[in-house]
């Protein structure tokens, strides 16, 4: 029986490893042990490919041999995606390197760029040279017949490699969220954006209601007939979840604030961008530089009183801001440079709401500054100016030559000033107790049926209409948020987008966008002056410890065998 114990050891040991293979070949399962959770995947996320009962195909162009940073980047895109396929068996994935061929290279570039997909140039730090080389950042993502691009880089203003990388996995859960969101989720809700009131035209909004075409039906509409047709008019608009009226310049009529303040009684969800003055940079590009901000009525300061805030007609001037870039010398010795400009405040948000958490500064140009005022209405301050901010009045001549004067920060005396709220909650009608434009009729028995508490509804009100403006160069617009002459890039796209989408209580995607990501980074600097040092360490030390190892191990082997022999 002594004799045969090992075998039976063996035996038993063998029966165990078997079971347990064979019961792991059938159950899986995966263990988050970070501290942020990092590579659990939110139920919105894996919510958008529930419905996913074909292939769903993503090509990723982040491949090849690149720095550390962007290693890591290609990784934790390689294990989301894992993870959406895990759950979803029609999610599959491959990494494909289209510069890894010489030959093809220069060809491949160009065709993806046509795509839309540019290619990324990073710096090399590496032995106390600097070298430049291409990725592409880019994904396809590909289901029944429909493709659409997934952004792998998010860019952050004046950001290094590693501050640029970790912004990036943090919104890798977003990107492919919102991606298969698109091909897999159909539409639902509709938004109208006002017309009529000397809104922006549509070049200037182009850029966001492009993006948000992607996920909402978008229609313009007027409320010209109003004063023909109200009944027919106000029925039409409140067909719509949501409205967005985007800088207004025409004053409001009473016929429309009614139709709008029936449409808020509702239930209608709605997007102010408006400001109480008349100033914007173009004003200023004339021979003197200068112009004067005076206020602009628009007749809503009865309609936005009533709701809780005022929009107040002074301009905020404010020490963080964005630069506008001038031209400094005369004809061809003339040269473009970026210069410090008060009016164009860079808002600060709010880091405990979901529409503001983890958001780049949002830029303003001449923003006005809102007052909340006490009523029913719960009210939250998404953005607001810095703590070296103060305001000025109008008229209020405006001149460019401000840039050349040393500012005065005493006199930066009004800080924290609001840009931007949220109002949620129930609503008392503007025209209750007063005489109504019109009569609202109710279509069934004819009767009069003017609302004046709401249902639970949400407002937002901005301060400034040139938020949602992009730039346009050559007749063409430009990426919302990214200045042209300056290549930087603010978060007025992405505010709006989580506005939007918190007004139409499509959270999901805003708690997927503010998720955090923390990851530690080696300091490249220190990595270089200590390298030799880790290298002995790792590779001599072993090598060291295993010879002392067999030398003793030797010595102990014959001191004892020895005496045997003898």
Known sequence: MTKNKPLLIILLTLVILIVVNLISSQLYKRFDLTEDQRYTLSSSALNTVDEVNSPLI????????????????????????????????????????????EANRDRNVQQLSQRGLQPFQINIKESGKTSQELIIPWALASYNEQTVIVPLIKNKIG???????????????????????????PKEKKIAILRGNGQLKDVYVADFLKTLGEHYFLAPFTLDSIASNPQKTLKDLENYDLIISAKPTIAFSEEEKYALDQYTMSGGKSLWLTESIIMDRDSLLNNNGRAVAI???????????????????VIVNDLY??????????????????????????????PNHPITANLDPVKFDFTSQIDTLKNEVDKTILLRSSQLSKLEGVPKDINLDVVTQEPDP????????????????????VYKNRVKPFEVLDSKTAKTADKTESVPTKMIVIADGDVIKNDVVHNQPQELGFEFLTKRKFGNKEFLLNAVNYLLNDDGLINIRTKEVKLAFLDSNKVEDEKSEWQFLNIALPLILLAGFGLIFNFIRRKRYGKTNR
């Open 58 to 101: 993503i090509d990723v162009f982040l491949e090849g041999d690149f720095p550390s940073e962007f290693r890591r980047l290609r990784n934790e895109t390689q294990q989301l995606l894992e993870e959406f396929s895990l759950y979803n068996s029609n999610v599959s994935f491959n990494f494909i390197n289209p510069l890894e061929n």
């Open 159 to 185: 950001a290094t490699d590693q501050e640029l990388v970790n912004s990036s996995i943090q919104n890798l859960e977003y990107a492919f969220a919102d991606a298969f969101k698109k091909l897999v989720t």
């Open 295 to 313: 206020m602009k009525d628009l007749n809503l300061n009865d309609f936005f009183f009533k709701y809780g805030v005022r929009v107040n007609p």
């Open 321 to 350: 801001s964005a630069p506008i870039t001038l031209a400094f010398g005369e004809g061809n010795n003339a040269q473009f440079q970026p210069v410090q400009w008060p009016y164009s405040p860079l808002a600060a948000s709010n």
């Open 410 to 429: 005493a006199s930066y005396n009004k800080p924290f000033q609001t840009l931007a709220v949220l109002l949620e909650g129930s609503f008392t009608s």
